[in-house]
Nanobody, 124 residues
């Protein structure tokens, strides 16, 4: 098991910024591929961003490209999601996920570990 705990969600006006963090524990945390997903009410969970274990590779959903930045600090076992220029359509519960394999993937079924989620609400 790899416990994941998200933090940093909240309410922000459109155009504003938020920074989400995901703390991972366990001796294998630094070797995990880490992803961010989100789920809006009545919708399926969707991919947002992913970062490789080293931080050298990242990939984003088209809807957030240029606005969101994923990063990681392996010394602290943390992954961050900086969200800028937020839009009302970014409103969702955001989940951190971890994958034990090295390849970058964007589908929910390929991630073994999940956090409990943190609410992000963007008002217009």
């Amino acid at each position: 098991q790899v416990p994941l705990v998200e933090s940093g969600g909240g309410l922000v006006q459109a155009g504003g910024s938020l920074r989400l963090s995901c703390a991972a524990s366990g001796r294998t945390a630094r070797s995990l591929t880490m992803g961010w997903f989100r789920q809006a009410p009545g919708k399926e969970r969707e991919f947002v961003a992913v970062i490789s274990w080293s931080g050298a590779s990242t990939y984003y959903a088209d809807s957030v490209k240029g606005r969101f930045t994923v990063s990681r600090d392996n010394a602290k076992n943390k992954v961050n999601l900086q969200m800028n220029s937020l839009k009302p359509e970014d409103t969702a519960v955001y989940y951190c996920a971890a994958r034990a394999r090295l390849d970058i993937v964007t589908t929910t079924r390929d991630y073994e570990y999940w956090g409990q989620g943190t609410q992000v609400t963007v008002s217009s």
